[in-house]
Structures are given as C-alpha cells and as structure tokens.
C-alpha cells in the first residue's frame, strides 16, 4: 500500500486546541502501517574465498517464531577451478514438524562472470532454525573459490 505524500503544506495542529490535523493523523497512521509491514532482516552471513563444501550450518539469528521467512542469497564464483567446478546451495527448515529442503541448480559454468542468486519464502515452526550449506566439486591444480551471501529476512509471524 502506497503512503499518500506527506501533508507538508498543512497545519500539523489546529490553533485553538493544539490537536493534530486529521490529514496529519491519516498519513502518520498509513506510515506506521508500512513500517509495521515491511519485512525485517534478521541476519545476514556473508563469506569469501570458500574453497570446500559447508555442511549444514544455521544462520545465526535470535530464536525464530513460527511465520513466514525469507532467504534471499548471491553466490558467484570467485576463482575458476583450472578443469571443471560445481557448486549446489541447499536450505532447510522445518515447516509443520516436517523437515523441508530446497536445492538451488548446480553452478557449473566454472567462470569468475558464473553466479547465482534466488529468493525462497520458508514456512518455519517455532524455535527451529534455517540452515544452509553447500556441495562444493572442484577438478584441476587450481581450486575452485566462491563468494556466498545470505539474508533472512522476516515476512510475516
């Protein structure tokens, strides 16, 4: 929902009883509205120089109440591996007591230009956390290095 413009041009009070105008009311009351809606990030993890598989490793953040999350990640490849290289980002959590997984697609173009970002929104329980990790397949004398950047981020609870 779009804020109609601030009313700058109006008086913020009435003269005689030194109340608040109602447009001034309407637009502070919309404005609280969008802020209380909005998404909040939570945490953000960001690394460099990666050269191996990460296993499953929480991202850190205060306990998490049941609600919908969002992940947001970047991940590109930061040294190309001198044959071939293959990087999958995977996420868990748990939804409704059920353990849930979801795998981005294979980063196999083994270029410094080959990256990779998405967006999930994550249904999570109460007090369980959002994992991630990787699978990381370098081939060559040179290893494969990566860049990973990680936001969750709170959309509704």
Avoid: C, F, H
């Amino acid at each position: 929902m779009a804020s109609p413009p601030m009313p700058a041009r109006d008086a913020l009070t009435y003269t005689k009883k030194n109340l608040i105008t109602r447009s001034w009311q309407v637009w502070l009351r919309n404005l609280t509205t969008q802020v209380n809606d909005a998404p909040s990030r939570i945490q953000t993890v960001s690394l460099s120089a990666q050269a191996a598989s990460i296993g499953a490793t929480s991202i850190p953040s205060t306990t998490l109440t049941t609600g919908l999350y969002r992940v947001t990640w970047y991940t590109r490849i930061s040294v190309a591996a001198t044959t071939s290289s293959s990087l999958t980002l995977t996420l868990n959590w748990i939804d409704d007591a059920v353990t849930m997984s979801l795998s981005g697609a294979a980063l196999i173009g083994n270029t410094i230009t080959t990256s990779q970002t998405g967006t999930a929104l994550l249904a999570v329980d109460n007090a369980s956390p959002v994992t991630y990790a990787t699978t990381y397949v370098s081939v060559g004398a040179t290893p494969m290095q990566y860049t990973l950047d990680l936001t969750l981020e709170v959309v509704n609870t």
